[in-house]
């Protein structure tokens, strides 16, 4: 007896899921419009309007990048070459090539006098490339505590905007799933968010977003990322008087197993919202997650974990 699909099995039997979902080039614009949309009102604001200044001198960097900045092609083929993905992290961090784009954001970015800010600043254009390195080293691996709190979103910036500029303007960088669900498949860093997309061909679909260089990849969704246990997972969200909790457009995947959440953000609730500004703006949804004893394995580049 023949089998006879559904129109929607059909669907899905001719087309798998596109793999990658790439950031658009005016990427850090969108963030730094939406974090200034999200300081109104809003208990954080000083802080969301800083980083929102920050990504626009992320966009000066991929618009305007330093000189002869981009990885060699030979360093890229030799991490694909031993399995690792193509911009690896971890390995391209011990080299030079992204120091030009911190010091460019320190000659550009001009915030609002603000003390702690300034000492900051000036920490960091008084370190040699040495210690430089091996801040980010510690910040690229998830070691917060190694480095100083306050230094972390002007590093965390100038990193991100070297290997997203990197990820948009390397041709045919061959990218593959990557050792776990939450690992990027072209920097090797972990997800800072997902986001459940509405357009076209992404709809429906989740993506996890790179902390680093904003990549985007696909993984099913009521799935732990961390521990790929689907048993009992459940979806949290801050009280707010304009959703439903079933249409929140920000609600935190809590695994019971492992202990650990992922912050996802459904776009057909909100069209315009953006994962890191979404992250940052709901901070006291990771306090309450804290509280009640789950872990956060997603790291956020602009801010120090439990600083001020
Ligand atoms: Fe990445
Ligand atoms: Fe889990």
């Given amino acids: 007896m023949p089998t006879i699909l559904e129109p929607g099995e059909i669907e899905a039997a001719a087309s798998s899921p596109p793999f990658l979902y790439l950031p658009p080039h005016n990427l850090f614009t969108l963030r730094a419009l939406r974090l200034e949309r999200l300081a109104e009102g809003h208990p954080l604001a000083d802080y969301l309007r800083l980083v929102a200044g ?10 305007d990048p330093p000189v002869a900045t981009l990885p060699d092609p030979e ?3 030799v991490c694909q070459e031993h399995g690792l993905p193509p911009l690896a992290a971890d390995s391209l961090v011990r080299e030079g090539h992204w120091l030009p784009y911190l010091d460019t954001l320190l ?4 915030p609002a006098p603000q ?8 920490t960091l ?7 430089r390195k091996a801040w980010a080293v510690a910040l690229v691996s998830g070691q917060f505590t190694l480095l100083p709190a306050a230094l972390v979103p ?3 910036a100038a990193l991100q905007a070297a290997w997203s500029h990197w990820l948009l303007s390397t041709p045919d960088l061959a990218l593959k799933p990557g050792d776990s669900l939450s690992q990027c498949p072209a920097c090797g860093s972990p997800a800072m968010a997902g986001v459940i997309r509405n357009r076209g061909k992404h709809n429906g679909l989740r993506y996890l977003v790179c902390s680093l260089c904003a990549c985007e990849w696909h993984v099913v969704r009521v799935k732990c990322v961390y521990c790929e246990q689907s048993k009992g997972l459940e979806y949290v969200s801050l009280d707010d008087d304009r959703h439903a909790a079933n249409q929140a457009p920000l609600r935190a995947e809590t695994c019971p197993g492992c202990r650990s959440y992922l912050k996802l953000l459904y776009l057909e609730n909100d069209a315009e919202a953006e994962a890191l500004s979404a992250d940052l703006a709901s901070l006291m949804l990771d306090m309450r ?4 004893g789950y872990l956060r394995p997603a790291p ?9």
């Fill in 75 to 77: 360093r890229i083929k």
């Fill in 107 to 110: 000659q550009r970015y001009r």
């Fill in 54 to 63: 920050l990504c626009y001198v992320q966009q000066q960097l991929m618009d």
């Fill in 154 to 156: 002007f590093l965390g």
């Fill in 300 to 308: 956020n580049l602009l801010l120090a974990p439990g600083s001020d």
């Fill in 125 to 131: 254009r008084n370190t040699d490339s040495g210690q």
């Fill in 115 to 122: 003390l702690a800010v300034e000492q900051a600043l000036a």
């Fill in 289 to 292: 997650l804290e509280q009640e």
